[in-house]
């Protein structure tokens, strides 16, 4: 959400700087105990400076794609029928919030789904929301189904992270968003397409319209998806272990920087949108060696899984981080529960939190079950075979090895962009991902990007 300077004072700035940082414990993923896969060594790329450094900073000004001048943007708050009782503490995320950008006329719709923990508004939604709105789209932008937003307004379960479960809350929510839009915009056909975590969404959004037929999605794209989020993530914990190690002081120091550069940016802007983009913008300034920027790299997916944990636990009751018998209300102290959440990995997560809830909703499946069926190669042979479904990621991208990079060459021959560089999301918005964007989403695309 925008945050005018008015209403930020020191004290808040720094509480939402302790809930970006004091989240991210430098405890090494325990997979051995979780049926989590095990990362055999770095990811691809994952301690190379070009990767972490696009990872940070993003596609160059002077490589930006051109775009146009103003984009109108709508807020929309929409209420899910099934949303469950929300917690208390939760108070404000009664309704789904999203973002349209209507042209005037009939347009087909682009519906872009965000990635890990983001909402419908992030730093690298406005940039595929301009192109594709200068190409003549609808944009109909959501947040990630990880975003808490999302949890409290949209999902069936309370427990985010299921690639099946959280593609059907998806579904349904869009339904009945384009089924609230103002104005009854008219729509020729539509696409839909997400980065990171939100791009293996956009796949199974189509998979699942396959079935249901409520959408009509016509073609797929997937920008720097993760084969398994599982292994993405896990691999996320263990840079941030080895980047920060277990001691508090490398974390207190990377802080004290940190809140400096925060501080800058809150003085000189009317407003801030408190999304990846901010928090990168500020580390750009200040981090020098590999260490300091694959520790803010793996604090920023920190943020997000500390979100999932909580919300997560909320709802299931579990335990884990929140008294199950006395659970916080608004304006309720939240040090103590961020004090624990700061050690907690994504193994924790799945140990504490997602694996007791599924384990229990689904009788007879297995811990190593669960892990399997948040791979994208659980979604079988209609992904594969859907010559409508596009990829693009990075040769260099952090969250993938090189077995999940062959994965997705090999299945997704001639329909798949690989760039040389980029890490994760740092090519996002630039001339080349944008041209191929467009021409991959209008079925015209013949192998660029390698």
């Known amino acids: 959400m925008k945050l005018p300077i008015r209403l930020l004072s020191r004290h808040r700035l720094g509480a939402l700087l302790a809930a970006w940082l004091t989240i991210s414990g430098a405890m090494p993923v325990a997979a051995d105990q979780s049926g989590l896969p095990t990362t055999r060594g770095p990811a691809s790329g994952l301690a190379d400076s070009a990767a972490l450094r696009a990872t940070v900073f993003g596609t160059p000004p002077d490589q930006l794609a051109d775009g146009p001048q103003r984009v109108p943007v709508k807020e929309i708050e929409v209420r899910m029928p099934w949303m469950r009782p929300l917690p208390r503490v939760l108070w404000f995320n009664e309704r789904l919030r999203v973002w349209f950008s209507p042209q005037e006329g009939e347009a087909p719709l682009a519906i872009v789904i965000a990635g890990t923990g ?54 349904r929510a869009v339904v009945r968003i384009l089924a609230h839009l103002p104005d009854a915009p008219r729509i020729s056909h539509v696409d839909a397409l997400g980065y990171s975590l939100g791009g293996a ?50 974390l207190e120091h990377l802080y004290q920087r940190l809140y400096a550069e925060l501080a800058n940016l809150y003085r000189v802007s009317d407003a801030v949108q408190v999304d990846e983009t901010f928090l990168y913008g500020a580390a750009a300034g200040i981090l020098r060696s590999d260490d300091e920027f694959s520790a803010a790299i793996a604090l920023n997916f920190r943020l997000a899984l500390a979100n999932m944990f909580f919300a997560g ?110 890490g994760h999301l740092g090519n996002i918005g630039s001339r080349e991902q944008v041209a191929d964007m467009l021409a991959m989403l209008e079925g015209r695309w013949t192998g660029g990007g390698r």
């Not at 932008?141 to 999902?155: C, D, E, K, N, Q």
């Not at 384990?359 to 659980?378: C, H, I, P, Y």
């Not at 952090?398 to 062959?406: G, H, P, T, Y």
Request: glycine letters at 10%; hydrophobic letters at 40%; proline letters at 6%.
């Open 201 to 250: 969404n956009a796949a199974t959004l189509k998979l699942i319209d396959a079935r249901e037929h409520k959408l009509g999605i016509r073609r797929v794209l997937m920008i720097n998806p993760p084969v398994s989020l599982f292994s993405s993530i896990g691999r996320l914990d263990r840079l941030f272990a080895q980047a920060i190690g277990p001691a508090d002081s490398g």
């Open 313 to 422: 636990d909320l709802y299931t009751r579990a335990g884990a981080v929140v008294d199950p018998k006395d659970p916080p209300g608004p304006g309720d102290p939240l040090e103590q529960t961020w004090a624990t959440l700061r050690g907690k990995t994504f193994a924790d997560y799945f140990n504490e939190v997602f694996a007791p809830y599924y384990l229990k909703q689904r009788a007879g499946t297995t811990r190593e079950a669960l892990v399997a069926r948040n791979r994208l190669d659980s979604l079988g042979d209609a992904l594969l075979t859907d010559l409508d479904c596009y990829v693009q990621t990075n040769r260099d991208d952090l969250i993938l090895d090189r077995d999940e990079l062959a994965w997705l060459e090999h299945g997704f021959a001639g329909r798949i962009a690989v760039y040389e560089h980029g």
């Open 118 to 171: 983001a909402d419908g508004n992030a730093g690298n939604i406005r940039l595929l929301r301009g192109a594709l709105y200068g190409a003549g789209y609808h944009v109909l932008s959501l947040p990630s189904p990880t975003h808490p937003g999302f949890i409290s307004a949209a999902s069936s379960t309370g427990v985010a992270g299921d690639l099946g479960q959280d593609g059907e809350d998806l579904y």
